[in-house]
């Protein structure tokens, strides 16, 4: 994958960001970021991080 492709954007501002060979990148709306292996480890690292933001 050469280029980021957003994979979705959240009402609360999260996002998630495809980089490439299998790996995710999961931002919340501060701009605070992680990466992770595999689509579903990035869905539950949103989810944690919109649990925390209530």
Same mark, same amino acid.
């Given at each position: 994958m050469d280029s980021i492709s957003r994979i979705c954007a959240t @009402?609360?501002? @999260?996002?998630i960001d495809a980089i490439g060979h299998g790996r995710y990148r999961v931002c919340n709306r501060n701009a605070i970021c @992680?990466?992770?292996e595999? /689509?579903?480890?990035a869905y539950e690292a949103l989810r944690l991080q919109e649990?925390? /933001?209530t």
């Open positions: @009402s609360k501002g @999260s996002t @992680s990466e992770v595999g /689509l579903w480890q649990q925390q /933001l």
